[in-house]
Nanobody, 123 residues
């Protein structure tokens, strides 16, 4: 069992930056691949980024590639999403998730989810 808690969301102007954190508790965090998803009002939850259990491999949606960076610190049981050059279309609730394999793109492939953190980008 893994519990996930996101933090770091907020209101930012277009072009600004935010860093999201996802703190995990429970056993075997370092054995899980992790993902970030987001969901805007009226839209389906969509994949944003993924990282392997070791942190050596990352994968990004085309919409965020070059602007977002995902990382993890297994000693701290925390994953991060550094978001730069934010755009109004990045506005959404952001969720972290733990799953059995790297680069899973669909929400139902993940086993554990956080409660989400709101990111709002104003134009």
């Amino acid at each position: 069992q893994v519990q996930l808690v996101e933090s770091g969301g907020g209101l930012v102007q277009a072009g600004g930056s935010l860093r999201l954190s996802c703190a995990a508790s429970g056993r075997a965090f370092s054995s899980y691949a992790m993902g970030w998803f987001r969901q805007a009002p009226g839209k389906e939850r969509e994949f944003v980024a993924a990282i392997s259990w070791s942190g050596r491999n990352t994968y990004y949606a085309d919409s965020v590639k070059g602007r977002f960076t995902m990382s993890r610190d297994n000693a701290k049981k925390t994953v991060y999403l550094q978001m730069n050059s934010l755009k109004p279309e990045d506005t959404a609730v952001y969720y972290c998730a733990a799953g059995p394999s790297f680069a899973l793109l669909l929400p139902h492939d993940y086993d554990y989810w956080g409660q989400g953190t709101q990111v709002t980008v104003s134009s």
